[in-house]
């Protein structure tokens, strides 16, 4: 069974700090690996997605790495701003799970100023 | 294009009773997955429907149901509700079961209570 693991569960910085997400997953057969915000009561918004044959993906100040083999990927947040501050979930789709995806349980960023 | 919407946003029932729970799909997105997120965690999947059939489902009991249209939306039952079914219910839509390589477009979710 896929599980998902995002550490840390919770993490504050300051405005201006470059940060680093991180998730692991046990199974390592994936399509691709999903990220994703959600702030408060809200829906999820897709970030950014990489699929099992890339390293990375980027867009803005976000970057996300995969290493499929170690089970991994960080999502590198750049310059960070208040209006960062949501909860970051990571989610990957199984091999044959069709585009069921499995999250993982998040990390709550608070950006303050 | 018209995203994901769900209805009604928010729910309160009681222990016992049942609940339907509503999603339009994005426009030309034929497939919608139903996920659960309680408080604190990650969504769970649910279902999937395609076709109007179901195709697929998470590890949740028979009391959860659904439907799809051929319009696409689709709807989620819960009967015998209990305490525990309260959380934020999710609704996804994609471009087919297979598409894995394109995004899903979430809703912004029903928070269903159960007193």
């Known amino acids: 069974k896929q599980e998902v693991t995002q550490i840390p569960a919770a993490l504050s910085v300051p405005e201006g700090e470059n940060l680093v997400l991180n998730c692991s997953f046990t199974?390592?057969?994936?399509?691709?690996l999903q990220w994703f915000r959600q702030d408060p009561g809200k829906g999820l918004t897709s970030l950014l997605l990489?699929?099992?044959?890339?390293r990375e993906q980027t867009s803005g100040r976000l970057n996300a790495s995969l290493d499929k083999s170690s089970g991994r990927s960080t999502l590198y947040i750049a310059a960070s701003q208040p209006g960062d501050s949501a909860t970051y979930l990571c989610?990957?789709?199984?091999?044959?799970?069709?585009?069921?995806?499995?999250f993982g349980t998040g990390t709550q960023l608070k950006v303050e100023l | 294009e018209t995203g994901v919407t769900q209805s009604p946003t928010h729910l309160i029932k009681t222990r016992g009773q049942q609940v339907t729970l509503r999603c339009s799909s994005q426009?030309?997105?034929?497939?919608v997955s139903w996920y659960q997120q309680a408080l604190g965690q990650g969504p769970q999947f649910i279902f999937q429907?395609?076709?109007?059939?179901?195709?697929g489902r998470g590890n949740f009991p028979p009391r959860f149901s659904g439907l799809q249209f051929p319009n696409y939306s689709s709807e989620l039952n819960v009967n015998a509700l209990e305490l525990d079914d309260s959380a934020l219910y999710l609704c996804?839509?994609?471009?087919?079961?297979?598409?894995?390589?394109?995004?899903?477009?979430f809703g912004n979710g029903t928070r269903l209570t159960v007193t």
């Open positions: 426009s030309g997105h034929n497939t």
């Open positions: 989610a990957v789709i199984l091999t044959g799970g069709g585009n069921k995806l499995t």
């Open positions: 429907y395609y076709r109007e059939e179901e195709n």
């Open positions: 990489i699929q099992s044959s890339q």
């Open positions: 996804a839509s994609s471009q087919g079961p297979l598409s894995y390589n394109s995004p899903l477009h």
């Open positions: 199974d390592s057969a994936i399509y691709n």
